[in-house]
């Protein structure tokens, strides 16, 4: 069993790709599992850096599973799994706001902006919170945010370094329709300068930014 486990991890792997020459995510034969059971298995592509893969299935298929792998908060089992952006310059944006409830719009920003070290801090967050309509209430908690107001502050928080490589895992979910048609001109305007993976059961409203698609069952 030992034996087993030992070359299980050696075949597994997920690293920085090396040469990329114009490929930011490769994937060969991934596979996640959690105990006996097998999440992903035999999942490839590649994402260019100006794709956009669109993760599509139904739920629990393992469209946040594949995400978390992207994003490097959690290593395939077996495969490859190369992706070119080191950690700091990937946005994710998980379920979960990942945005402390206590802290103001503002001073969450500011605090993501200080660990990413974003050159003009200030002004970025300033212009994140406008065009997401969350000005107004950017000295509000974030605990008296709604959850669409949640979203967009998420949002904010994954654009907020200008990252190489977004990975967005249903980043429509709680916007209305004012926050989705924001979030419809913020992705066509960065698809040409950084790469994409966004999962969504609801594909249509992005299938025609998508460059590739994975359908997962
Ligand atoms: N940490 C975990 N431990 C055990 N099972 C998990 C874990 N994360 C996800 N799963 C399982 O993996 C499957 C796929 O989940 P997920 O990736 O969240 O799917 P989707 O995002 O497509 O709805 C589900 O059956 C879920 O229960
Ligand atoms: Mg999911």
Same mark, same amino acid.
């Given at each position: 069993?030992?034996?087993?486990?030992?070359?299980?991890?050696?075949?597994?792997?997920?690293?920085?790709?090396?040469?990329?020459?114009?490929?930011?995510?490769?994937?060969?034969?991934?596979?996640?599992?959690?105990?006996?059971?097998?999440?992903?298995?035999?999942?490839?592509?590649?994402?260019?850096? *100006?794709?956009?893969?669109?993760?599509?299935? /139904?739920?629990?298929? %393992?469209?946040?599973?594949? &995400?978390? !792998? @992207?994003?490097? +908060?959690?290593?395939?089992?077996?495969?490859?799994?190369?992706?070119?952006?080191?950690?700091?310059?990937?946005?994710?944006?998980?379920?979960?706001?990942?945005?402390?409830?206590?802290?103001?719009?503002?001073?969450?920003?500011?605090?993501?902006?200080?660990?990413?070290?974003?050159?003009?801090?200030?002004?970025?967050?300033?212009?994140?919170?406008?065009?997401?309509?969350?000005? *107004?209430?950017?000295?509000?908690?974030?605990? /008296?945010?709604?959850? %669409?107001?949640?979203?967009? &502050?998420? !949002? @904010?928080?994954? +654009?907020?370094?200008?990252?190489?490589?977004?990975?967005?895992?249903?980043?429509?979910?709680?916007?209305?329709?004012?926050?989705?048609?924001?979030?419809?001109?913020?992705?066509?305007?960065?698809?040409?300068?950084?790469?994409?993976?966004?999962?969504?059961?609801?594909?249509?409203?992005?299938?025609?930014?998508?460059?590739?698609?994975?359908?997962?069952?």
């Amino acid at each position: 069993m030992v034996g087993r486990l030992a070359a299980h991890a050696l075949r597994a792997r997920r690293r920085r790709l090396r040469d990329y020459s114009g490929i930011v995510i490769r994937a060969r034969g991934v596979e996640k599992r959690y105990g006996d059971k097998r999440v992903l298995r035999g999942v490839g592509f590649d994402v260019s850096r *100006d794709g956009f893969l669109l993760v599509t299935g /139904s739920n629990g298929s %393992g469209k946040t599973t594949l &995400l978390r !792998l @992207c994003a490097g +908060l959690a290593i395939p089992t077996a495969g490859e799994l190369d992706v070119a952006p080191e950690r700091g310059r990937i946005g994710y944006l998980a379920h979960e706001p990942l945005v402390y409830r206590e802290l103001t719009a503002v001073e969450n920003l500011d605090l993501y902006g200080r660990l990413y070290r974003v050159a003009e801090r200030r002004e970025r967050i300033g212009m994140l919170l406008e065009r997401f309509g969350l000005w *107004d209430a950017r000295h509000e908690r974030a605990d /008296s945010y709604s959850r %669409g107001m949640l979203q967009r &502050l998420a !949002l @904010c928080r994954a +654009l907020l370094h200008d990252p190489e490589l977004l990975v967005l895992d249903e980043p429509y979910s709680g916007l209305d329709e004012e926050g989705a048609v924001l979030l419809d001109r913020e992705l066509d305007e960065r698809r040409a300068s950084c790469a994409f993976v966004v999962a969504t059961h609801d594909p249509a409203r992005i299938d025609l930014l998508a460059t590739s698609k994975l359908a997962l069952s």
